[in-house]
């Protein structure tokens, strides 16, 4: 993923192709990588697998394991509006081309997202900032934009990044396998027995692997917990089609607006800099939105 324009925060949801209910797990990712995984960390998966599912091979962009994501709730709670682009709803919306439902979404890795003690700072992401993960087993991995507008988390605009697939290389893959090793110490857990009942003539991993942590038998066909793509989908993303950018002229003391503007985050935009010192200013007023710095 690389940033084009700059200053975008990226949502990051992660499932396997072979099981719906191994997915990226974010504490475990946090216990073990930290607040701010980055180059050579491991993305892990949630139990009973617990296994790497990715390594983050480059990453010139912050990261941020300790927000949500943006929902309903907070624009209505903080912001008194009830109709607003947020993660949320742009996450699973994306996912439903894959048949998951709106409560299999998960805890988001946050991409290019900059927090410290809790509290959301200004996104310091510059054009060509990159992150590049590469995935150990068949995944779906769905990035997406940040739909807050109202917050510094992307400095009060949505914003494209680029999203590029390629195969791994050789170096890539003993890259990732170093960052196993040393992120497993001692080593993995030996996978656990499953409690579940397999019928006869069903594929171990129909519902759930029989051995948690295996890979699965590609010659197999696989179960019904297998993710697989609707052909119909259509995308309906809410909101979006409401979205506009609209310029609004303001007179103001160009030496004043000189002093008080963040050159080093926004260069020669005057209009992103304008928008960041009026909607933080606003946001100060409300007293509502005490993550945001």
Do not use: K
Request: hydrophobic residues 40%; negative net charge.
């Amino acid at each position: 993923m690389t940033q084009l324009e700059g200053h975008q925060c990226v949502d990051l949801n992660v499932f396997t192709l072979a099981d719906r209910h191994e997915r990226l797990h974010v504490g475990r990712t946090r216990g073990i990588a930290g607040e701010h995984p980055g180059a050579g960390d491991v993305l892990w998966s949630n139990a009973p697998w617990e296994r790497p599912l990715m390594v983050i091979l480059d990453c010139t962009g912050r990261t941020d394991t300790t927000f949500p994501f943006c929902s309903r709730l907070i624009y209505s709670a903080f912001f008194g509006l009830h109709d607003r682009t947020n993660c949320e709803e742009i996450q699973r919306e994306a996912q439903r081309e894959y048949g998951l439902l709106p409560w299999e979404l998960h805890e988001s890795l946050n991409l290019f997202m900059s927090t410290e003690n809790g509290v959301i700072q200004r996104n310091a992401s510059r054009p060509g900032d990159r992150i590049e993960l590469l995935a150990l087993h068949d995944v779906l991995a769905v990035p997406n934009v940040c739909g807050d507008d109202l917050t510094n988390c992307s400095n009060f605009a949505l914003r494209p990044v680029r999203v590029t697939v390629s195969p791994s290389t050789a170096d890539d893959q003993a890259r990732a396998r170093r960052a196993v090793a040393t992120a497993a110490g001692l080593g993995l857990p030996r996978p656990a027995p499953s409690t579940q009942p397999v019928q006869a003539g069903q594929p171990a991993h129909a519902g759930q692997p029989a051995h948690p942590g295996q890979p699965v038998d590609a010659a197999q066909p696989l179960g019904p917990a297998a993710l697989r793509r609707d052909p119909a989908y259509v995308p309906a993303y809410p909101y979006l089609s409401r979205l506009d950018v609209t310029d609004i002229p303001i007179t103001l003391d160009a030496d004043r607006f000189a002093e008080v503007r963040d050159f080093t985050l926004y260069g020669d935009d005057d209009a992103a800099a304008l928008r960041d010192l009026v909607l933080s200013h606003a946001i100060d007023r409300l007293g509502a939105f005490a993550g945001n710095a």
